[in-house]
T-cell receptor, first 114, second 113 residues
Framework: DTGVSQDPRHKITKRGQNVTFRCDPI?????LYWYRQTLGQGPEFLTY????????KSRLLSDRFSAERPKGSFSTLEIQRTEQGDSAMYLC????????????FGSGTQLSVL | GENVEQHPSTLSVQEGDSAVIKCTYS??????FPWYKQELGKGPQLIID?????GEKKDQRIAVTLNKTAKHFSLHITETQPEDSAVYFC????????????FGRGTSLIVHP
């Protein structure tokens, strides 16, 4: 395992459809973050997990968004009833508490809602 | 919550020149300041970081300085090369407990050969 893996890399969907993204963190990392990035902006925090517990959620995360991390390994981010404003790059990052707080990011999933 | 401002949004330099990117933060509790480089089609990658008990840190051609009193920190790249062209992000936060770094809006660095 050489890094954080995200799937798919690109997703095109029609408005109103549901989409799900997957993130596989670095195997020994216990924290997993989801960020959203739009063109010309920095990553914006959505939510994070420590092991399987979802510890924080941003106010940006509407009730159409849900994230899970069963068994504290991979995570999924689901967006229901997608809107054009959901078009963005969705980034996943992982880190390990106890040593340092360095976040390692995946390459992201680029979502386009038509 | 934390607010991070980053300037400039775009920086164009000639190969071999130095580049400086500046960030300010609002939360005096923040004590960890990483910098990330994002190349096209990739996620941000950590290039250097600094903690509040240190005023400056260097790693080959890159250095970061921190002024806690003024709540600003800067990234310095010397002898720039075309492969330094990318978007750079600063971030701020306080590790321990619930650590959620807040990012700046990014600086697009263009190094002309």
């Amino acid at each position: 395992d050489t890094g954080v893996s995200q799937d798919p890399r690109h997703k095109i969907t029609k408005r109103g459809q549901n989409v799900t993204f997957r993130c596989d963190p670095i195997s020994e990392h216990n924290r997993l973050y989801w960020y959203r990035q739009t063109l010309g902006q920095g990553p914006e925090f959505l939510t994070y997990f420590q092991n399987e517990a979802q510890l924080e959620k941003s106010r940006l995360l509407s009730d159409r968004f849900s994230a899970e991390r069963p068994k504290g390994s991979f995570s999924t981010l689901e967006i229901q009833r997608t809107e054009q404003g959901d078009s963005a790059m969705y980034l996943c990052a992982s880190s390990y508490t106890g040593t340092n707080e360095k976040l390692f990011f995946g390459s992201g999933t680029q979502l386009s809602v038509l | 919550g934390e607010n991070v401002e980053q300037h400039p949004s775009t920086l164009s330099v000639q190969e071999g020149d130095s580049a400086v990117i500046k960030c300010t933060y609002s939360d005096s509790a923040s004590n960890y300041f990483p910098w990330y480089k994002q190349e096209l089609g990739k996620g941000p990658q950590l290039i250097i970081d600094i903690r509040s008990n240190v005023g400056e840190k260097k790693d080959q051609r890159i250095a970061v300085t921190l002024n806690k009193t003024a709540k600003h920190f800067s990234l310095h790249i010397t002898e720039t090369q075309p492969e330094d062209s990318a978007v750079y992000f600063c971030a701020a936060g306080s590790p321990g407990g619930s650590y959620i770094p807040t990012f700046g809006r990014g600086t697009s660095l263009i190094v002309h050969p």
